[in-house]
C-alpha cells in the first residue's frame, strides 16, 4: 500500500494563480483532511471529509476549495493564490469514528511569491 | 471551544537524561488525546494514543483529567528521539487539533 500520496512535493506560485493540490489515499479510509503547517502555530485544519460527497470546513478555510467526488481523493484548490498562503500542507486520512490515528502524506511545500 | 497548549517550544536534554513534554488541554466533552512525532525529513506519524495506555519507543503518556494534561514522558533520552513532537486532540467529526508542537534535541 501507498498509503497517502500528495503531489507535487514543492510549487512556486505567483500571486494570484491558482492551482490544486493532490492528495489520494488506497486504505479505504471514510475520513481526509488537509493541514497547513506554519512556523510556531503547529497544523491547522482546512477542510475535512467524512465520506464520498461531504466535506466541511475547518479553522482556516478562506481562500482555499475541496471536493470529494470518490473515496480516494482529496484534492485542494488554491483559488487565487495569496503569499499568506505559503506553507506546507499536509493531507491526512483515518478510518473513521473510533480511537484511531490519523495517516499522513509527506506533505507539499508551497511558495507563493 | 477545543484547545491545547504545548508551552514549550523547544526543549533540549543530554543522552541519558529524562525528558518530559508537556501538553495541556481545553475541551468540554471526554477528551481523546494523541502524541504526534515528526522526525527530520519525515511526514508526521503516530506516536501514541492516550485510550490504548501503550509505551512506544519507550515513551508514555497519562491522561490527568483533574489537570487537564497529557504530558509526554521517557526515563532516558536517546539522540533518535531529537524531534518535533506535537500533541492532539480529537473532537467533533473526527477533526484532530494539534498544540503548537516542541522540538527536543537531545545532546549526545
Known amino acids: 500500500n501507498a498509503g497517502v500520496t500528495q503531489t507535487p512535493k514543492f510549487q512556486v506560485l505567483k500571486t494570484g494563480q491558482s492551482m490544486t493540490l493532490q492528495c489520494a489515499q488506497d486504505?479505504?479510509?471514510?475520513?481526509m483532511s488537509w493541514y497547513r503547517q506554519d512556523p510556531g502555530m503547529g497544523l491547522r485544519l482546512i477542510h475535512y471529509?467524512?465520506?464520498?460527497?461531504?466535506?466541511d470546513q475547518g479553522e482556516v478555510p478562506n481562500g482555499y476549495n475541496v471536493s470529494r467526488s470518490t473515496t480516494e481523493d482529496f484534492p485542494l484548490r488554491l483559488l487565487s493564490a495569496a503569499p499568506s498562503q505559503t506553507s506546507v500542507y499536509f493531507c491526512?486520512?483515518?478510518?473513521?469514528?473510533?480511537?484511531?490515528?490519523?495517516?499522513f502524506g509527506s506533505g507539499t511545500r508551497l511558495t507563493v511569491v | 471551544a477545543q484547545r491545547v497548549t504545548q508551552p514549550e517550544k523547544l526543549l533540549s536534554v543530554f543522552k541519558g537524561a529524562p525528558v518530559e513534554l508537556k501538553c495541556n488541554y481545553s475541551?468540554?466533552?471526554?477528551?481523546?488525546l494523541f502524541w504526534y512525532v515528526q522526525y527530520s525529513r519525515q511526514r508526521l506519524q503516530l506516536l501514541l494514543r492516550?485510550?490504548s495506555r501503550e509505551s512506544i519507543k519507550g515513551f508514555t503518556a497519562d491522561l490527568n483529567k483533574g489537570e487537564t494534561s497529557f504530558h509526554l514522558k521517557k526515563p532516558f533520552a536517546q539522540e533518535e528521539d531529537s524531534a518535533m513532537y506535537y500533541c492532539?486532540?480529537?473532537?467533533?467529526?473526527?477533526?484532530?487539533?494539534f498544540g503548537t508542537g516542541t522540538r527536543l534535541t537531545v545532546i549526545p
Open positions: 492532539a486532540l480529537k473532537s467533533g467529526a473526527n477533526n484532530l487539533f
Open positions: 486504505m479505504n479510509h471514510e475520513y
Open positions: 492516550h485510550i
Open positions: 471529509s467524512v465520506g464520498a460527497g461531504i466535506t
Open positions: 491526512a486520512s483515518s478510518p473513521g469514528q473510533g480511537y484511531y490515528g490519523y495517516t
Open positions: 475541551y468540554s466533552g471526554s477528551p481523546e
